[in-house]
């Protein structure tokens, strides 16, 4: 019988301690199960900076000027020694047709033009020394003008084969190769040539600035156009951010929300005064 009796002790002492340690485990795992209830929320602090509002525009460089340069003899294309988006002056060679046979004559109609020149030199000094008649010296100014022609002729012609730019500017385009037949080049651009004409840009205009603004990005808000920051106590409370100045990165604050930790992420499932879990987070 006292055996008995100290058997069931034992058993009651064993039945309480299994109870007892179920009990603080099922403690243990349910305070666990609350905190991983909590909403997991990344928070960060008003940034402090500039705010801007900008209007951006993508297309093509064009000029407001530009010139078609065409060669003024018939040949065949010998070099081009500029190159697309080269900076050119006004008077510098761009292109050179073959130009043997033009600077042949040029050369001979020189070489004659200098025995012309000669000639009259000397015919004048004997007219005015009454050696010839007014009809011979006629004769020998009227040849001298004549051949001075030609060469103005083979001088232009000549130059007419080394094609220059008339403008200071950029070469937008050249269009054909050596051993083409004719070309088209574009030039002018007043910038210095930071820009050419036909590149792909994007410009931004700067509509409107606030400077030492704190501000906060658009994904801080919910879908109501609430914002919701984190306490102290890992409490969650709610406002709704007046319009002061909405930028393209962001919108700008009151300066009294300054120091607040606004959630980011995992803002949009909350309620007042909810206890939610912080697992991540930046500062200002």
Same mark, same amino acid.
């Given at each position: 019988?006292?055996?008995? @009796?100290?058997?069931?002790?034992?058993?009651?002492?064993?039945?309480?301690?299994?109870?007892?340690?179920?009990?603080?485990? /099922?403690?243990?795992?349910?305070?666990?199960?609350?905190?991983?209830?909590?909403?997991? =929320?990344?928070?960060?602090?008003?940034?402090?900076?500039?705010?801007?509002?900008?209007?951006?525009?993508?297309?093509?460089?064009?000029?407001?000027?530009?010139?078609? =340069? %065409?060669?003024?003899?018939?040949? =065949?294309?010998?070099?081009?020694?500029?190159?697309?988006?080269?900076?050119?002056?006004?008077?510098?060679? @761009?292109?050179?047709?073959?130009?043997?046979?033009?600077?042949?004559?040029?050369?001979?109609?020189?070489?004659?033009?200098?025995?012309?020149?000669?000639?009259?030199?000397? %015919?004048?000094?004997?007219?005015?020394?009454?050696? @010839?008649?007014?009809?011979?010296?006629?004769? =020998?100014?009227?040849?001298?003008?004549?051949?001075?022609?030609?060469?103005?002729?083979?001088?232009?012609?000549?130059? %007419?084969?080394? +094609?220059?730019?008339?403008?200071?500017?950029?070469?937008?385009?050249?269009?054909?190769?050596? /051993?083409?037949?004719?070309?088209? +080049?574009?030039?002018?651009?007043?910038? !210095?040539?930071?820009?050419?004409? !036909?590149?792909?840009?994007?410009?931004?205009?700067?509509?409107?600035?606030?400077?030492?603004?704190?501000?906060?990005?658009?994904?801080?808000?919910?879908?109501?156009?609430?914002?919701?920051?984190?306490?102290?106590?890992?409490? +969650?409370?709610?406002?709704?951010?007046?319009?002061?100045?909405? !930028?393209?990165?962001?919108?700008?604050?009151? %300066?009294?929300?300054? /120091?607040?930790?606004?959630?980011?992420? /995992?803002?949009?499932?909350?309620?007042?005064?909810?206890?939610?879990? +912080?697992?991540? !987070?930046?500062?200002?």
């Amino acid at each position: 019988m006292r055996i008995r @009796i100290q058997l069931s002790i034992v058993m009651v002492i064993v039945l309480t301690g299994i109870i007892f340690f179920t009990w603080k485990s /099922g403690n243990r795992e349910q305070k666990q199960m609350i905190e991983e209830i909590k909403v997991p =929320v990344v928070t960060m602090l008003p940034r402090s900076g500039t705010l801007e509002k900008r209007i951006s525009v993508r297309s093509f460089v064009e000029s407001d000027h530009t010139v078609a =340069v %065409y060669p003024q003899a018939v040949g =065949v294309l010998q070099s081009v020694p500029v190159e697309e988006g080269q900076k050119v002056e006004a008077g510098q060679l @761009i292109a050179l047709l073959e130009n043997e046979s033009l600077l042949l004559n040029l050369q001979q109609a020189q070489a004659a033009l200098s025995l012309a020149r000669d000639d009259m030199n000397r %015919y004048k000094s004997m007219y005015e020394k009454s050696l @010839i008649s007014e009809q011979q010296f006629q004769t =020998v100014e009227t040849n001298y003008k004549a051949t001075e022609s030609r060469y103005e002729l083979a001088r232009v012609q000549y130059e %007419y084969s080394r +094609v220059k730019s008339p403008i200071e500017g950029i070469v937008q385009r050249v269009n054909v190769e050596p /051993g083409t037949m004719k070309f088209q +080049v574009t030039v002018k651009l007043e910038e !210095g040539g930071l820009l050419v004409p !036909g590149m792909y840009m994007e410009v931004s205009f700067i509509l409107d600035r606030r400077e030492d603004q704190i501000s906060l990005p658009y994904d801080a808000l919910t879908r109501k156009g609430q914002l919701w920051y984190v306490d102290e106590g890992n409490l +969650v409370h709610s406002i709704t951010p007046g319009e002061i100045f909405n !930028g393209d990165d962001g919108f700008a604050l009151s %300066y009294e929300y300054a /120091g607040k930790a606004f959630i980011v992420e /995992g803002q949009h499932f909350l309620s007042e005064c909810q206890e939610v879990r +912080v697992i991540g !987070g930046s500062a200002n």
